[in-house]
């Protein structure tokens, strides 16, 4: 079992930035690679980024692709997403999710966070 607890979430206006952080505890997170997912009312759950357990290999979804960040810190069991240049359409709950496998891109991951809210104002 690996609990995740994500934080950072707020209200921001467009063009401003924020930072998520995961906070993964259980059976030995390191080993799993991470990924943030978002879902706002009424839509899908998007995929947003995955990064390997190594922090060695990222992906990102077409409409985060360089504004946002994710990266990790294995000695603190952290995985944080750094999102830059904000816009309405970000405005989502987002999921932190760790999966034994590499690379997922759709939301079939193993675990789970809670999630926590973005919105962003225009």
């Known amino acids: 079992q690996v609990q995740l607890v994500e934080s950072g979430g707020g209200l921001v206006q467009a063009g401003g930035s924020l930072r998520l952080s995961c906070a993964a505890s259980?059976?030995?997170?390191?080993?799993?690679?991470m990924g943030w997912f978002r879902q706002a009312p009424g839509k899908d759950r998007e995929f947003v980024a995955t990064?390997?357990?190594?922090?060695?290999?990222?992906l990102y979804g077409d409409s985060v692709k360089g504004r946002f960040t994710i990266s990790r810190d294995n000695a603190q069991n952290t995985v944080s997403l750094q999102m830059n240049s904000l816009k309405p359409e970000d405005t989502a709950v987002y999921y932190c999710?760790?999966?034994?496998?590499?690379?997922?891109?759709?939301?079939?991951?193993?675990?789970w966070g809670q999630g926590t809210q973005v919105t962003v104002s225009s």
């Open positions: 999710a760790a999966d034994p496998r590499r690379g997922l891109t759709t939301p079939i991951y193993e675990y």
């Open positions: 990064i390997t357990w190594s922090g060695g290999s990222t």
């Open positions: 259980g059976r030995t997170p390191s080993r799993y690679n």
